[in-house]
């Protein structure tokens, strides 16, 4: 058959006259808007397998931190700081494991990270971000389900269970991978001296960290490791894992005031004072601060990098409904021109959406809860109206919100 007589694509059926290129194979036609359809399944595949070639392995990890910083900007709104720091660190990290042949006595140690911001800053975000990017196995770990092993509860050893089912078992891929540990303010000590009793969910858990942390190779689990005791354990070596920690640390705030209060004495008292941000404590935090807090030294040392997540101010708030590629209003709108319906949101919406934020402190995840209520019961009418617009005004966004009561639950909480 000549390429004059091809009439169609065999996949999508368009004619040739609609499309640019028609591939001809054996009695087989692709058109150039299939082939970039097929291309964004794979790389899309890829990205949920953690399969194919990974950008992070030793031979071919080509990001510089400000393209990873570029990246995250995408995403996640405002956290200049911690973004840079996030950035500078994986790009070490993987650049480290790039160190093949040691021509010197130098040898380039890892850099476990620990973030440190009030819920609904971002944290996760970052993380998931970051390993989209490098396409590498990543899971997210809370920590607030770990325990010493022989207590109720998950073994340290689950953190690598998570990242070996996330990439399929296969471990070297694991043994290049991230884990990402939220929480990691649950599992502080309770009392500033070491407990002379177990502390079941606290001390105990950050030593069962430390050898995970620093690098060592662990015997996992791969099921689990108290519902299967007789199963083949799979040695893991953690040494090239990056492990971000993340913890919302409430109350960390005022360890930090204190130890401000006590540094500034003297005369340069008055000067200093003066200079300190009372609402965003969390930019003086230093591993002091951590170590008060409850974390223990010897976890304190493993995590070297330590940076801080500001609070989220109405600017930010508001720039998280629309900015971001995956923003709360592009995901509503993406639902409704599934159905054909054009969906606007009137400019006063979003900024009452903030302003009910602001009042109730919800920070990022509580946009989404105020976004949900309004929108569950247009959700439910439109797709059955023959619509193709529809706008969100505020007096509807009012109605909807005064009759869900979301005034009242969100005071009541």
Known sequence: MSKQTI?????????????????????????????????????????????????????NFDYKPDEIKAFLDQYVIGQEQAKKSLSVAVYNHYKRLRQRVKADDVEIEKSNIIMVGRTGTGKTLMAKTIARLLNVPFTIVDATVLTEAGYVG?????????????CDFDVKKAEHGIVFVDEIDKIARKGDNPSITRDVSGEGVQQGLLKILEGSIV??????????????????????????????????????????????????????????????????????????????????????LLTYLEPLDRVALRNILTEP??????????????????????????????????????????????????????????????????????????????NADFMRHAMAS
């Open 219 to 304: 015997n996992v689990p791969p099921n689990g490791g108290r519902k299967h005791p007789d199963q083949k354990m799979v040695p893991v070596d953690t040494k090239d894992i990056l492990f971000i920690c993340g913890g919302a640390f409430d109350g960390i705030e005022k360890k930090i005031a204190q130890r401000l209060n006590t540094e500034v004495v003297g005369f340069n008292s008055i000067r200093q004072t003066g200079q300190i941000d009372r609402d965003n404590l969390l930019q003086y935090i230093t591993p002091t601060d951590l170590k008060s807090f409850g974390l223990i030294p010897e976890i304190i040392g493993r995590l070297p």
């Open 325 to 402: 590629k995956n923003a709360i209003t592009r995901q509503y709108k993406k639902l409704f021109q599934m159905d054909g319906v054009k969906l606007e949101f009137e400019p006063a919406v979003l900024d009452y959406i903030v302003d009910v934020a602001e009042e109730f402190k919800l920070g990022a995840r509580g946009l989404r809860s105020i976004c949900e209520t309004i929108m569950l019961d247009i959700m439910y009418e439109i797709p059955s109206k023959n619509l193709k617009e529809f706008t969100v005004t505020l007096d509807l966004a009012k109605e909807k919100l005064e």
């Open 154 to 166: 998950e073994d340290v050893e689950s953190l690598l269970t998570r990242l070996l089912q996330a």
């Open 7 to 59: 009439s169609k694509c065999s996949f999508c059926g368009r004619p040739r006259t609609e499309t640019e290129i028609m591939i001809e194979g054996e009695s087989v036609f692709i058109c150039n808007y299939c082939v970039e359809q097929c291309n964004e399944i794979i790389n899309e595949q890829r990205k949920q397998t953690s399969g194919g070639p990974t950008v992070s392995t030793k031979e």
